[in-house]
Nanobody
Framework: QVQLVESGGGLVQAGGSLRLSCAAS????????MAWFRQAPGKEREFVGG????????SYADSVAGRFTISRDYAKNTVYLQMSSLKPEDTAVYYC?????????????????WGQGTQVTVSS
């Protein structure tokens, strides 16, 4: 099993920045992707971006490309989502997830493990 714990959510004004963290523990794998998803009230969970743990390549949704950056810290077994130029439409619960493999999958049901989520609210 893999345990994921997100942190760093909060309230920020439009145009501001916030950094989310996702700490992983438990079973390890040679290849996997850690991704961020978000879900706004009344909307489906959507892919934000992901990072291949081995190699560090990343992929982003068009809606956040150029504003959000995903990085990883091997020593801490943690993935970060740096969010800049935040907009009210970025308001959502943000989740990290793990897929055992090396593809950037955008369908939530394809992911094997999930964190509990952290709320991000962007005020206008």
């Amino acid at each position: 099993q893999v345990q994921l714990v997100e942190s760093g959510g909060g309230l920020v004004q439009a145009g501001g920045s916030l950094r989310l963290s996702c700490a992983a523990s438990g079973r390890t794998f040679s290849r996997y992707v850690m991704a961020w998803f978000r879900q706004a009230p009344g909307k489906e969970r959507e892919f934000v971006g992901g990072i291949r743990w081995s190699g560090g390549s990343t992929s982003y949704a068009d809606s956040v490309a150029g504003r959000f950056t995903i990085s990883r810290d091997y020593a801490k077994n943690t993935v970060y989502l740096q969010m800049s130029s935040l907009k009210p439409e970025d308001t959502a619960v943000y989740y990290c997830a793990v897929d055992i493999g090396d593809r950037f999958l955008t369908v939530p049901s394809r992911y094997d493990y999930w964190g509990q989520g952290t709320q991000v609210t962007v005020s206008s």
